[in-house]
């Protein structure tokens, strides 16, 4: 199954929460998170949108101590902690590591872990207040890199994939 710009999204997220200091359950709940939000933007917020009224209602008080938001940077994400561990949610969803696991990681299989430590190499090289930027990260980094990396990702589970059928 070829890697599209959904999971590189959503690998380079992760990537970027983990290295501005989320721990990395979180990192991965907000790269899916992320993914979702940015394939909803893309389709124009249409259909089950994940611009809810609690999203608008607490956006709007963002300056205010709002418990249920999440800044990283410049970008703003509904959160929630479950088991003492911190979440964000999407379109009334939480997105947890076992989410994370099952739509993105699963489609790298064994490799995940090198597609991981290529991601985070890949987010270490850019200064700080690119990855603290919305804007920024998506410009300078996801965007130059996400056919790239898509293709590549791609090329990396297929060959692993033909290794295994010969066997």
Not at 114 to 129: F, M, N, P, Q, T
């Amino acid at each position: 199954m070829p890697i599209g710009r959904f999971q590189v999204m959503a690998v380079l997220q992760a990537a970027r929460a983990f290295i501005l200091g989320l721990p990395k359950e979180s990192a991965k709940s907000w790269g899916l998170n992320r993914a979702i939000f940015y394939a909803a933007a893309k389709r124009g917020f249409r259909g089950s949108s994940p611009l809810t009224e609690e999203f608008r209602a607490a956006k709007a008080r963002v300056d205010e101590e709002a418990i249920d938001l999440f800044k990283l940077g410049d970008e703003v994400a509904l959160k929630e902690v479950k088991d003492g561990k911190l979440y964000f949610r999407i379109g009334g969803r939480i997105q947890t590591e076992a989410d994370f696991a099952r739509q993105i990681e699963s489609k790298f299989g064994e490799l995940f872990e090198h597609v991981w430590e290529e991601a985070l190499g890949i987010v270490k090289g850019y200064d700080r207040s690119v990855l603290l930027s919305q804007r920024d990260f998506y410009e300078k980094v996801y965007l130059p890199k996400r056919d790239s990396l898509a293709k590549a990702w791609s090329e990396l589970v297929l060959k692993a994939g033909a290794k295994r059928m010969s066997r």
